[in-house]
């Protein structure tokens, strides 16, 4: 096994903050993309970059952060701009060598017509189409965002329903570990998916959030309209035949969370 360290893209994000320390216990030293300057703790070096910056200095700061650099696992994401900072990393991953480099992905990604799943989709495209060799493991929303829609919703008098979307929610640790896993293994290409254990109605995620809360709320259905009602009541965020799938369930997050 190389003692070269590994570069995590968005290392202190809600998945990376789970990767990094599985790394360091598997025994590799790990390199973590960082906006902002920090110092070294606990094992883990940080090198300045932002996927988002101004390309050029952005260039420049990954060639750096990519010295010495066999694996990357790309994590890092937002709503907004998947596919440029992928291309971006790419071409220094390519210019670095890399020997292999781990993207996730979201389940669906080739089936929902919204932009942040298009930019998903261009990403992977990027990753597989770049001459490198490449995991790529899409999975399914973690409960942690699962929680924050329905704690948002929750809070209005009376809370919309959107009538035929379903969730396939799965525990971040596990996704976590993963693509620990994957990273520490030969590169696989596209990997089966990876979903909760349990598909809900957004309804009935709703519902176990109130009723673990003790509260009382009246659910109002709506129909979520257009391309974007058709893909979702047709299932196509949803785990296909061949999926892997997590063990943690929503009752059970959300017991941990609330108590917390």
Known sequence: ????????????????????????????????????????????????????????????RLDEALTGVDTVLHLAGGPKGDDTATALLVAAARRAGVRHLVYISVIGADRIPLGYFRAKLAAEEAVAGSGLPYTVLRAAQFHDLAFTVVEKMAKLPVVPAPGGVRWQPVDVREVAARMVELALDEPAGAVPDLAGP???????????????????????????????GRAYRAGENLARPGAEHGRRTWEEYLAQRLAA
Request: glycine share 12%; charged share 25%.
């Open 1 to 60: 096994m190389t003692n070269n360290p590994v570069l995590v893209t968005g290392g202190t994000g809600t998945l990376g903050r789970h990767v990094v320390p599985l790394l360091c216990a598997a025994g590799r030293p790990v390199r973590v993309l960082s906006r902002r300057q920090r110092a070294a703790a606990d094992g883990v070096t940080y090198a300045r970059g932002d996927l988002l910056g101004e390309p050029a200095e952005a260039a420049v």
């Open 198 to 228: 349990t598909v809900y109605e957004m309804r009935e995620l709703t519902r176990r959030y109130l009723e673990a809360r003790g509260r009382g709320r009246r659910q109002l259905p709506v129909r979520v309209p257009g391309k974007v």
